[in-house]
């Protein structure tokens, strides 16, 4: 079983910034993924997808909440995927999760937590004002 590993998170201020990455256990691993995605989560709530890189073409699609703020990347070379989290408010506060899966998500909905087979560890991102 595949599993991503995680690094990054922290405790930061109001408009700081972080920085996560999500490693596969090797490149070859990492290009057969179709999605690769960034997800958060705060105690009592859904985990939401907040940015993909989706597809062959590597297309990056954002949740309205943090667009213009935070960036998805990647370093195929590495076997790894980024985020990075500018201008950050309290309400990006959760448990962060990179989460991944080798197939395209049923009717492209690459926002539901269900179409993902492979998970990383998670990273706390705590914001304070």
């Known amino acids: 079983q595949e599993r991503l590993v995680q690094s990054g998170g922290g405790s930061v201020q109001i408009g700081d910034s972080l920085n996560l990455s999500c490693a596969a256990s090797s490149a070859d691993t990492y290009g057969r993924f179709y999605l690769k995605t960034w997800f958060r989560q705060v105690p009592g709530k859904e985990r939401e997808a907040v940015a993909t890189i989706y597809g062959r073409r590597s297309d990056t699609y954002y949740v309205d909440s943090i667009k213009g703020r935070f960036t998805i990347s990647q370093d195929t070379a590495k076997g790894t995927w980024y985020l990075q989290m500018n201008s950050l408010e309290p309400e990006d506060t959760g448990m962060y999760y990179c989460?991944?899966?080798?197939?395209?998500?049923?009717?492209?909905?690459?926002?539901?937590?269900?179409?993902?087979?492979?998970w990383g560890q998670g990273a706390q991102v705590t914001v304070s004002s």
């Open positions: 989460a991944a899966d080798l197939n395209a998500p049923y009717g492209g909905r690459w926002t539901a937590a269900v179409e993902y087979n492979f």
